[in-house]
Protein backbone atom coordinates (compact mmCIF):
# COMPACT_ATOMS: atom_id res chain seq x y z
CA UNK A 1 0.00 0.00 0.00
CA UNK A 2 1.46 3.67 -0.72
CA UNK A 3 1.63 6.33 1.68
CA UNK A 4 -1.05 8.49 -0.37
CA UNK A 5 -3.25 5.06 -0.26
CA UNK A 6 -3.03 4.47 3.64
CA UNK A 7 -3.71 8.30 4.48
CA UNK A 8 -6.87 7.82 2.86
CA UNK A 9 -7.42 4.54 4.32
CA UNK A 10 -6.62 6.67 8.18
CA UNK A 11 -9.10 9.50 6.77
CA UNK A 12 -11.93 7.26 5.65
CA UNK A 13 -11.50 5.51 8.78
CA UNK A 14 -11.56 8.97 11.06
CA UNK A 15 -14.70 10.25 9.31
CA UNK A 16 -16.85 7.19 9.70
CA UNK A 17 -15.79 6.97 13.45
CA UNK A 18 -17.26 10.59 13.58
CA UNK A 19 -20.28 9.83 11.91
CA UNK A 20 -21.08 6.63 14.22
CA UNK A 21 -20.34 9.20 17.32
CA UNK A 22 -22.56 11.44 16.47
CA UNK A 23 -25.30 8.80 15.25
CA UNK A 24 -25.08 7.49 18.75
CA UNK A 25 -26.73 10.66 20.13
CA UNK A 26 -28.79 11.76 17.19
CA UNK A 27 -31.28 10.38 15.76
CA UNK A 28 -29.69 10.15 12.17
CA UNK A 29 -27.88 7.05 10.80
CA UNK A 30 -24.60 7.30 10.06
CA UNK A 31 -24.88 7.06 6.24
CA UNK A 32 -27.42 10.20 6.50
CA UNK A 33 -24.93 12.24 8.28
CA UNK A 34 -22.16 10.74 5.55
CA UNK A 35 -24.62 12.06 2.81
CA UNK A 36 -24.99 15.46 3.92
CA UNK A 37 -21.33 15.76 4.66
CA UNK A 38 -20.73 14.03 1.03
CA UNK A 39 -23.14 17.03 -0.53
CA UNK A 40 -21.01 19.81 1.70
CA UNK A 41 -17.49 18.04 0.65
CA UNK A 42 -18.49 18.03 -3.08
CA UNK A 43 -19.97 22.10 -2.76
CA UNK A 44 -17.12 23.68 -0.22
CA UNK A 45 -13.44 24.09 -0.81
CA UNK A 46 -11.92 25.41 2.61
CA UNK A 47 -11.75 22.47 4.14
CA UNK A 48 -8.08 22.02 4.23
CA UNK A 49 -7.15 20.16 7.53
CA UNK A 50 -10.48 19.03 8.62
CA UNK A 51 -12.68 15.84 8.69
CA UNK A 52 -15.38 17.26 7.61
CA UNK A 53 -16.60 19.51 4.97
CA UNK A 54 -19.24 20.83 6.45
CA UNK A 55 -19.31 24.75 7.32
CA UNK A 56 -21.37 26.60 9.32
CA UNK A 57 -21.82 30.17 8.86
CA UNK A 58 -20.73 32.19 11.67
CA UNK A 59 -23.85 34.39 11.82
CA UNK A 60 -25.56 30.99 12.39
CA UNK A 61 -22.97 29.44 14.77
CA UNK A 62 -22.50 32.79 16.93
CA UNK A 63 -25.54 34.60 16.50
CA UNK A 64 -25.40 38.45 17.84
CA UNK A 65 -22.10 37.32 19.63
CA UNK A 66 -18.78 39.41 18.58
CA UNK A 67 -16.26 36.18 17.24
CA UNK A 68 -12.98 35.98 15.74
CA UNK A 69 -10.83 33.15 14.95
CA UNK A 70 -8.64 33.52 18.60
CA UNK A 71 -11.48 33.41 21.25
CA UNK A 72 -13.45 29.99 22.11
CA UNK A 73 -17.15 30.89 23.50
CA UNK A 74 -18.67 28.00 25.55
CA UNK A 75 -22.25 26.67 23.97
CA UNK A 76 -24.05 28.62 26.61
CA UNK A 77 -22.42 31.71 26.09
CA UNK A 78 -23.53 31.50 22.18
CA UNK A 79 -27.20 30.08 22.67
CA UNK A 80 -27.24 33.37 24.85
CA UNK A 81 -27.14 35.42 22.08
CA UNK A 82 -29.02 33.36 19.23
CA UNK A 83 -26.48 31.26 18.07
CA UNK A 84 -26.69 27.50 17.36
CA UNK A 85 -23.45 26.35 17.94
CA UNK A 86 -22.97 23.17 20.43
CA UNK A 87 -20.71 21.23 22.03
CA UNK A 88 -19.92 18.06 20.59
CA UNK A 89 -17.24 16.67 22.26
CA UNK A 90 -18.11 17.71 25.73
CA UNK A 91 -14.78 20.09 26.63
CA UNK A 92 -17.06 22.90 27.28
CA UNK A 93 -16.38 24.90 23.97
CA UNK A 94 -18.41 25.00 21.03
CA UNK A 95 -15.82 25.14 18.14
CA UNK A 96 -16.76 26.82 15.17
CA UNK A 97 -13.41 24.84 13.41
CA UNK A 98 -13.39 21.26 15.50
CA UNK A 99 -15.57 18.44 13.24
CA UNK A 100 -17.23 16.70 16.28
CA UNK A 101 -18.37 20.29 17.19
CA UNK A 102 -19.81 21.00 13.91
CA UNK A 103 -21.00 18.02 12.94
CA UNK A 104 -22.87 17.70 16.33
CA UNK A 105 -24.51 21.08 15.68
CA UNK A 106 -25.18 20.68 11.58
CA UNK A 107 -27.15 17.34 12.78
CA UNK A 108 -28.74 19.28 15.55
CA UNK A 109 -30.00 21.86 12.96
CA UNK A 110 -31.54 19.19 10.63
CA UNK A 111 -32.95 17.25 13.37
CA UNK A 112 -35.10 20.90 14.82
CA UNK A 113 -36.27 21.40 11.34
CA UNK A 114 -37.42 17.98 10.79
CA UNK A 115 -39.38 18.27 13.69
CA UNK A 116 -40.72 22.15 12.14
CA UNK A 117 -40.97 20.83 8.75
CA UNK A 118 -42.62 17.15 8.49
CA UNK A 119 -39.62 15.78 7.33
CA UNK A 120 -35.91 15.32 6.48
CA UNK A 121 -36.03 15.86 2.63
CA UNK A 122 -38.25 19.32 3.19
CA UNK A 123 -35.84 20.34 6.25
CA UNK A 124 -32.83 19.82 3.63
CA UNK A 125 -34.43 22.33 1.16
CA UNK A 126 -34.77 24.99 3.63
CA UNK A 127 -31.60 24.53 5.38
CA UNK A 128 -29.90 24.56 1.53
CA UNK A 129 -32.87 27.06 -0.04
CA UNK A 130 -32.65 24.12 -2.86
CA UNK A 131 -35.00 21.59 -3.73
CA UNK A 132 -32.21 19.71 -5.32
CA UNK A 133 -29.89 19.80 -2.45
CA UNK A 134 -32.43 17.43 -0.49
CA UNK A 135 -32.60 15.53 -3.53
CA UNK A 136 -28.88 14.46 -4.02
CA UNK A 137 -28.57 13.90 -0.52
CA UNK A 138 -31.54 11.27 -0.58
CA UNK A 139 -29.57 9.70 -3.10
CA UNK A 140 -25.96 9.63 -1.43
CA UNK A 141 -27.56 8.26 1.60
CA UNK A 142 -28.92 5.30 -0.64
CA UNK A 143 -25.64 4.87 -2.50
CA UNK A 144 -23.63 4.83 1.48
CA UNK A 145 -26.46 2.41 3.01
CA UNK A 146 -26.25 0.05 0.03
CA UNK A 147 -22.63 0.26 -0.34
CA UNK A 148 -21.48 0.64 3.55
CA UNK A 149 -18.56 2.39 2.97
CA UNK A 150 -17.16 5.57 2.70
CA UNK A 151 -14.40 5.12 -0.33
CA UNK A 152 -16.31 5.15 -3.03
CA UNK A 153 -13.87 6.86 -5.32
CA UNK A 154 -13.26 3.15 -7.16
CA UNK A 155 -13.57 4.16 -11.40
CA UNK A 156 -14.10 1.28 -14.27
CA UNK A 157 -13.88 1.99 -18.43
CA UNK A 158 -16.93 1.96 -19.51
CA UNK A 159 -16.72 -0.32 -22.23
CA UNK A 160 -15.97 -3.94 -22.20
CA UNK A 161 -12.04 -3.98 -23.60
CA UNK A 162 -12.79 -7.25 -24.94
CA UNK A 163 -14.89 -6.30 -27.65
CA UNK A 164 -13.30 -3.71 -30.09
CA UNK A 165 -13.46 0.25 -29.62
CA UNK A 166 -12.12 3.44 -30.66
CA UNK A 167 -12.56 7.21 -29.28
CA UNK A 168 -10.70 10.77 -29.26
CA UNK A 169 -11.36 14.13 -27.92
CA UNK A 170 -14.81 14.63 -29.28
CA UNK A 171 -15.46 17.79 -27.22
CA UNK A 172 -16.74 21.13 -27.87
CA UNK A 173 -16.80 19.44 -31.85
CA UNK A 174 -20.14 20.73 -33.52
CA UNK A 175 -23.92 19.26 -33.83
CA UNK A 176 -26.58 19.72 -36.15
CA UNK A 177 -29.54 18.14 -34.77
CA UNK A 178 -32.10 20.20 -32.85
CA UNK A 179 -30.30 23.64 -34.07
CA UNK A 180 -26.30 24.45 -33.53
CA UNK A 181 -25.03 23.47 -30.33
CA UNK A 182 -21.46 21.69 -29.04
CA UNK A 183 -20.79 18.11 -28.40
CA UNK A 184 -20.46 17.74 -24.36
CA UNK A 185 -19.04 14.34 -24.18
CA UNK A 186 -16.70 11.91 -25.74
CA UNK A 187 -18.13 9.52 -28.43
CA UNK A 188 -16.37 5.83 -27.95
CA UNK A 189 -17.06 3.76 -31.30
CA UNK A 190 -17.84 0.08 -31.35
CA UNK A 191 -20.40 -2.68 -32.65
CA UNK A 192 -23.38 -2.90 -31.82
CA UNK A 193 -24.08 -4.78 -28.93
CA UNK A 194 -20.74 -4.25 -27.02
CA UNK A 195 -21.43 -4.04 -23.16
CA UNK A 196 -21.58 -0.23 -21.28
CA UNK A 197 -20.58 -0.51 -18.04
CA UNK A 198 -20.97 1.90 -14.90
CA UNK A 199 -17.74 3.97 -14.47
CA UNK A 200 -18.56 4.41 -10.82
CA UNK A 201 -20.72 3.72 -7.68
CA UNK A 202 -24.25 5.21 -8.32
CA UNK A 203 -27.77 5.44 -8.14
CA UNK A 204 -29.77 5.48 -11.95
CA UNK A 205 -31.11 8.76 -11.41
CA UNK A 206 -32.67 8.23 -15.69
CA UNK A 207 -33.41 5.54 -17.85
CA UNK A 208 -35.93 5.95 -21.12
CA UNK A 209 -35.55 7.69 -24.62
CA UNK A 210 -34.68 11.12 -25.48
CA UNK A 211 -34.80 12.84 -28.90
CA UNK A 212 -31.03 13.41 -29.26
CA UNK A 213 -29.63 10.96 -26.96
CA UNK A 214 -32.06 7.85 -28.03
CA UNK A 215 -32.25 5.09 -25.01
CA UNK A 216 -29.91 6.67 -22.47
CA UNK A 217 -29.01 6.54 -18.75
CA UNK A 218 -27.68 8.29 -15.95
CA UNK A 219 -26.21 7.67 -12.94
CA UNK A 220 -25.40 9.66 -10.03
CA UNK A 221 -22.35 9.20 -7.70
CA UNK A 222 -21.55 9.91 -4.85
CA UNK A 223 -19.17 13.15 -5.45
CA UNK A 224 -22.41 14.85 -7.28
CA UNK A 225 -21.12 13.71 -10.51
CA UNK A 226 -23.47 12.55 -13.11
CA UNK A 227 -22.15 10.01 -15.63
CA UNK A 228 -24.48 10.15 -19.07
CA UNK A 229 -24.32 7.26 -21.56
CA UNK A 230 -26.60 7.88 -25.22
CA UNK A 231 -27.74 5.97 -27.94
CA UNK A 232 -27.73 2.28 -26.24
CA UNK A 233 -28.67 -0.38 -28.52
CA UNK A 234 -30.85 -1.82 -25.28
CA UNK A 235 -30.79 -2.15 -21.41
CA UNK A 236 -29.66 -4.76 -19.34
CA UNK A 237 -31.83 -6.73 -17.44
CA UNK A 238 -32.43 -5.68 -14.30
CA UNK A 239 -31.37 -1.89 -14.60
CA UNK A 240 -34.26 0.51 -13.35
CA UNK A 241 -34.67 4.27 -12.19
CA UNK A 242 -33.21 3.41 -8.31
CA UNK A 243 -30.93 0.65 -9.13
CA UNK A 244 -27.70 1.24 -7.61
CA UNK A 245 -24.53 -0.12 -9.59
CA UNK A 246 -21.05 -0.39 -9.16
CA UNK A 247 -18.22 0.17 -10.90
CA UNK A 248 -17.68 -2.19 -13.96
CA UNK A 249 -21.05 -3.21 -13.92
CA UNK A 250 -23.15 -3.98 -17.49
CA UNK A 251 -25.90 -1.65 -17.74
CA UNK A 252 -26.26 -1.77 -21.42
CA UNK A 253 -25.24 -2.29 -25.15
CA UNK A 254 -23.65 0.30 -27.58
CA UNK A 255 -26.31 1.21 -30.29
CA UNK A 256 -27.32 4.12 -32.39
CA UNK A 257 -30.70 5.59 -31.03
CA UNK A 258 -31.58 8.60 -31.57
CA UNK A 259 -31.98 12.14 -32.83
CA UNK A 260 -35.50 11.48 -34.00
CA UNK A 261 -38.62 10.50 -31.88
CA UNK A 262 -38.44 7.31 -29.63
CA UNK A 263 -37.54 4.06 -32.07
CA UNK A 264 -35.59 6.05 -34.09
CA UNK A 265 -31.99 4.46 -34.83
CA UNK A 266 -28.89 4.05 -37.59
CA UNK A 267 -28.92 8.22 -38.38
CA UNK A 268 -25.12 7.22 -37.29
CA UNK A 269 -22.81 4.86 -36.66
CA UNK A 270 -23.27 2.72 -33.60
CA UNK A 271 -21.14 4.18 -30.50
CA UNK A 272 -21.47 4.91 -26.68
CA UNK A 273 -21.97 9.49 -26.44
CA UNK A 274 -20.49 9.28 -22.91
CA UNK A 275 -20.57 12.47 -20.77
CA UNK A 276 -19.60 14.13 -17.09
CA UNK A 277 -21.47 16.75 -15.70
CA UNK A 278 -20.91 18.17 -12.15
CA UNK A 279 -23.18 20.03 -9.44
CA UNK A 280 -21.61 22.25 -7.24
CA UNK A 281 -24.21 23.71 -4.87
CA UNK A 282 -25.99 26.10 -7.43
CA UNK A 283 -26.05 24.52 -10.84
CA UNK A 284 -24.83 21.81 -12.76
CA UNK A 285 -22.50 22.19 -16.03
CA UNK A 286 -20.37 19.92 -18.56
CA UNK A 287 -16.59 18.93 -18.82
CA UNK A 288 -14.77 16.94 -20.45
CA UNK A 289 -14.53 13.40 -19.98
CA UNK A 290 -11.49 12.45 -22.42
CA UNK A 291 -8.79 12.56 -19.30
CA UNK A 292 -10.62 10.52 -16.95
CA UNK A 293 -11.71 8.13 -19.61
CA UNK A 294 -7.54 7.31 -20.80
CA UNK A 295 -6.90 6.90 -17.08
CA UNK A 296 -10.05 4.54 -16.51
CA UNK A 297 -9.11 2.35 -19.26
CA UNK A 298 -5.22 1.97 -18.35
CA UNK A 299 -6.49 0.72 -15.01
CA UNK A 300 -9.23 -1.37 -16.18
CA UNK A 301 -9.08 -5.08 -16.78
CA UNK A 302 -11.45 -6.58 -19.14
Keep these: MTVQAEEEDNEYLERMGL ?9 LPWYSLAAMDQYERN ?24 FDNER ?3 EEAIQLFG ?13 IQDDEDVLFTYASIIQQLTEKEGTMQKALEVYYDREKAADLIALMEKIFHKFQTLDLSERSFIVSKNFNYSYRNTWGDSRGYGGRR ?19 YGIVEIKGWNKYGGWRIGIRDAYNI ?7 NSFEEGIEEGTLVEPGQVIGYVGSTGYGPEGTQGK ?20 DPYPSLRRWERNTNG
Design 83 to 95: GKGMDGNGDGIAD
Design 226 to 232: YHYYAHL
Design 182 to 200: IHEGTDIFASYGTPVKSAS
Design 268 to 287: FPPHLHYGIYKDNGKYEWAY
Design 72 to 74: KHS
Design 43 to 66: INEDIEGRITGIIIKPETWFGLLH
Design 19 to 27: YRKTAAVTD
